[in-house]
C-alpha cells in the first residue's frame, strides 16, 4: 500500500536586523556581517541533521523569518534554500516565504537571483504609507521605498506579495490608518496582514509609553471593524483575526500553526512542532552556532504533547481563524462530546460575538476584537467538562465518554 506522507512546513530564522525598531520583542540583532557565514553554515549543519527526521514528510511551505532574511544578501539565502531542495522532499507547489523590509528589498536583481532559486512569495513590512508615524516607531525606511520595493518586486516577477501594517501607532488617529490601508491596497498585495500594536514591556516603546498618544481601545476598534469592512469590499477575504488574502492567497505557513499542522524551526528562538514534541532553541546566536558545532543547540522549550492533550490549542488557535471549530471534528479526534460548549457559544451568538454557520462556530469581526475573552470562556466550559468526566470517572461512571 502507498504510505501517505504527511506534510511539513519549515521555519528558518534570520535574527538580524539594520536597527531595532522601538515596538520590537523578537529575537533579532544589530546586523552582525562577520557572524552571517558561520550562522549560515550552522543553519545548513542542522537542516541535514534534522532531515532524516522527516524523510516520510513533504514539505510544502517554506518561511524564511526574523530579523530581517534580506539581509543575508541573495547568495546565502539561495544557498540555505539549494540546502533544503536537496535533502527534504520539497513539494512543486510549495509556498517559499522571505520576509523582507522595505530599505533592504529594492534591488531588482536581488530579488531576481532570489526568485529564480525558488521563492515564491515576498512578505514586506510596510508598517505604515507616513513617514512620521514610521519615526515614531523607529523604522528605518520610508513610505518611498515601501514603493521601489515593491516595484523591483513585481518586476523580479514575484507574484505572491503580502504587506504587513500596524494600526493604533502613536498620534494615529481613523483618517490616518484609512490613508494607510488605502494606500497598502493601491499596491495590488495578495496577502495583507493587519497588526494592532502592542506595546511590549522592555522596548523602548514601552518606555516611553506615559509621553505617546496611542489611540485608546474604543479608537483601535473602530479601526479594526473599518479595516474588516474596507478588504472584504476590496475583494480580500479574512482568514483569520489579522490576515486577509485574495482566494487563493492564504499563507500556508500560517494555516499551518493555526490548523496545528507539522512544522521544525531553525535558528535562536525558532519553535517547532515536530513528531508529537514541541520545542523551541535558545535565543542565542552564539550558542546556537557553537551548540550545532557541539552535537545540538540548547533547548529553552521541549515537551511531547499526547493528541489528546491538544484541545485546548485546537480552541484557541481555531477560534483565530474564521473557519472556527466544526464539533464532529472535537468529538472524533478528542473523543468527547462538545455539548460543555454550547451554553457559552450560544450566549456569544445572541451578544454578536459567534455564528454558527455549516455546522461550525466562528466568531465575527466584533467577536475577534474579544476573542481573548471568548477563548477565556471557552477553556473554562472546557476545565468544568474535565473535573466532571473525572469526577464521574472516579465513581465508576465511564457512560460520560464517548469511547
Ligand atoms: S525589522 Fe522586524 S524583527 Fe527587526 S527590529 Fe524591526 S520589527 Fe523587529
Redesign the pocket.
Known amino acids: 500500500m502507498k504510505e501517505e506522507r504527511k506534510s511539513l512546513g519549515l521555519y528558518v530564522h534570520i535574527p538580524f536586523?539594520?536597527?531595532?525598531?522601538d515596538?520590537?520583542d523578537?529575537y533579532?540583532l544589530p546586523s552582525a556581517e562577520n557572524r552571517m557565514d558561520d550562522y549560515v553554515q550552522a543553519l545548513e549543519t542542522q537542516l541535514f541533521e534534522i532531515a532524516p527526521r522527516a524523510e516520510h514528510h513533504v514539505v510544502d511551505s517554506v518561511y524564511f523569518g526574523?530579523?530581517?532574511p534580506t539581509l543575508l544578501g541573495s547568495k546565502r539565502l539561495v544557498r540555505l534554500l539549494k540546502s533544503i531542495q536537496k535533502k527534504y522532499y520539497v513539494t512543486k507547489d510549495a509556498e517559499i516565504t522571505l520576509e523582507a523590509?522595505p530599505e533592504s528589498a529594492g534591488d531588482f536583481k536581488e530579488l531576481r537571483a532570489l526568485r529564480r532559486a525558488g521563492f515564491n512569495r515576498l512578505s514586506l513590512?510596510m508598517q505604515s504609507a507616513d513617514d512620521g508615524e514610521l519615526r515614531s516607531i523607529?523604522?528605518i525606511h520610508t513610505a518611498a521605498q515601501v514603493k521601489t520595493a515593491v516595484g523591483a518586486a513585481r518586476k523580479a516577477k514575484f507574484t505572491n506579495l503580502s504587506l504587513d501594517l500596524i494600526y493604533g501607532l502613536p498620534g494615529q488617529s481613523l483618517e490616518t490608518w484609512q490613508k494607510n490601508l488605502t494606500a497598502a491596497v493601491d499596491l495590488a498585495p495578495q496577502h495583507l496582514s493587519c497588526y494592532g500594536l502592542k506595546v511590549e514591556d522592555g522596548t523602548p516603546l514601552f518606555r516611553r509609553r506615559e509621553s505617546e498618544r496611542f489611540p485608546d481601545d474604543e479608537a483601535q476598534a473602530e479601526m479594526y471593524l473599518w479595516t474588516v469592512d474596507y478588504l472584504h469590499r476590496h475583494g480580500f477575504f479574512q482568514y483569520e483575526i489579522s490576515n486577509f488574502a485574495r482566494t487563493g492567497f492564504e499563507s500556508r505557513h500560517n494555516l499551518k500553526y493555526w490548523t496545528l499542522g507539522e512544522y521544525a524551526g531553525f535558528g535562536p528562538g525558532a519553535h517547532s512542532d515536530f513528531g508529537s514534541v514541541r520545542y523551541a532553541y535558545e535565543k542565542d546566536l552564539e550558542g546556537y552556532i557553537a551548540g550545532v558545532k557541539a552535537g545540538g543547540p540548547l533547548l529553552s522549550e521541549n515537551e511531547r504533547i499526547p493528541p489528546l492533550d491538544r484541545d485546548t490549542e485546537w480552541i484557541m488557535l481555531g477560534l483565530r481563524t474564521v473557519w472556527g471549530l466544526e464539533p464532529k471534528v472535537f468529538e472524533n479526534r478528542f473523543r468527547r462530546r462538545f455539548n460543555c460548549f454550547l451554553p457559552f457559544l450560544d450566549k456569544c451568538r445572541q451578544t454578536g460575538y459567534a455564528v454558527e454557520e455549516d455546522g461550525r462556530w466562528h466568531l465575527t469581526p466584533k467577536g475577534f476584537l474579544v476573542s481573548n475573552q471568548i477563548i477565556g470562556g471557552m477553556l473554562d466550559a472546557l476545565g468544568e467538562d474535565k473535573k466532571c468526566r473525572e469526577e464521574a470517572r472516579a465513581r465508576g461512571d465511564f457512560r460520560v465518554d464517548l469511547k
Do not use: D, Q, V
Open positions: 536586523c539594520a536597527k531595532k525598531c515596538y520590537c523578537f533579532s526574523g530579523g530581517t523590509n513590512g523607529g523604522r
